[in-house]
């Protein structure tokens, strides 16, 4: 957790600076602050956190996002938030280089991901799936299914707010909710060749820049 938590709060930090302190009005941020809760950071934490986005710290750290090929046909999206982005583009490279990948222009894989909104949580004993997906319909759901009693509830990127919203309303509880890269063409590795690519997306999850990491793995 103390890789975690960090990266928790700056989320956190990064969701009030752009859409307000106030999680009522601000999807991001109740989704930062929920996702937060469910991995136990303190409400101290949380409240500093929302409290340091209208300080010089936040001023200074800006949301870039990198892109890169790995071993066996893999291919990752990185989202950073950072201060120094000389500090972690070459940090960035220093992990690809060395873990048999290598970086590439922004914006060159952008037609191998879809941008959509993803939330899941688990599937409620009062409720059935027809039921939930009827009353998520209006908000932008486009895709429903359920995975080890886990539902997920893909949308478009748009809809972000209106379908949190609408789980809510459900009186469901998300354990992890908000925007995701999904593959537009997913890949199948061998488990000798997903060790090779794990190693490479431990070591980019591992970085304290780093926020989110996508890949085109199935």
Do not use: W
Not at 29 to 57: F, P, T, Y
Not at 195 to 209: F, P
């Amino acid at each position: 957790m103390s890789r975690v938590f960090p990266k928790l709060a700056k989320s956190i930090t990064m969701a009030a600076k752009s859409g307000g302190p106030d999680p009522e009005s601000n999807a991001p941020l109740r989704v930062a602050i929920n996702n937060a809760k469910a991995l136990n950071l303190s409400r101290d934490n949380i409240e500093n956190a929302i409290k340091r986005a209208a300080g010089k710290d936040a001023a200074d750290i800006s949301e870039v996002t990198y892109e890169g090929k790995g071993p066996h046909g893999s291919l990752f999206v990185v989202e950073c938030a950072t201060d120094n982005s000389n500090r972690t583009i070459g940090n960035l490279k220093i992990i690809f280089n060395k873990n048999g990948g290598q970086m590439v222009n922004a914006g060159q894989l952008d037609f191998m991901f879809n941008r959509k909104t993803v939330i899941e949580f688990p599937m409620p004993t009062d409720r059935e799936l027809d039921e939930i997906e009827l009353e998520l319909i209006d908000a932008g759901l486009e895709e429903i299914h359920v995975d080890d009693g886990v539902v997920s509830v893909i949308g478009e990127f748009s809809a972000f707010a209106s379908l949190s919203h609408a789980v809510e309303a459900l009186g469901i509880h998300a354990n992890k909710a908000g925007p995701q890269r999904l593959p537009t063409q997913p890949i199948e590795l061998t488990e000798a060749q997903m060790e090779e690519v794990e190693t490479l997306l431990d070591k980019l999850e591992e970085d304290d820049d780093v926020q989110a990491v996508y890949t085109n793995l199935a």
